[in-house]
């Protein structure tokens, strides 16, 4: 499989600091850098994701092509999620369309900030799919799985601080056969200067998530 590069829109937005002129704050809206010394493996009880894979794996392919991202999550969750967002949201430019796609919707309503990113990757095969899965949730600590969802689940909820203004942000990665989704979701109150709770993001990042592997439906072989 081949390692595909982040879209630059997304990439630009793992770390700027959007400037809110009207209420006179700064918010970092994408996740924060983590600590790069810290690796944990998924928490016991995680669904197994065994390297010792049939081999009929490795031939698989159940999804050709990445959906629509805006389209993935109902309109009436965006509501819920982003309050006062466009609900169509706006899709993010990306070097390959049939391999890697995603949607962002975000708002300031009152002073409540909210950011939800939805994205599909494609891998080559079910098998190639599971070891970035696998890769990934290693990189990632503090969090745990979430049964019943796609193939494998994991779900981590964070809090930042810049400038003392809170920022929490929940990230789900979801693998279901050779799709991988990846659900962001943040927010922060700017009156306050506290964030959202952590069962508020967790959750709200959960929906999303289903939502958006019900999107990937039944597959196609390759």
Known sequence: MRLLPLPLALTARLSPVAVLACAGWALTSGPAAQPAATHRPAPQG???????????????????????PCGSVPVETVKSLVPGAKTAGKEIPSTDTKLRRTCSWNALKGFDYRWLDVSFEISDSDRAAKQQYEQRVGEKSGGGPVPGLGDSAYSVVNLTTQDKQETREGVVLVRKANALVVVTYNGSDFESKKAPSTDEINKGAIKAAKAAVGALGGGRSG
Not at 48 to 65: F, H, I
Request: net charge negative; hydrophobic share 30%; proline share 13%.
């Open 46 to 68: 995680a669904p197994a994701e065994s390297s010792s894979a049939p081999s009929s794996d490795a031939g698989v392919k159940t999804y050709a092509d990445a959906p629509s």
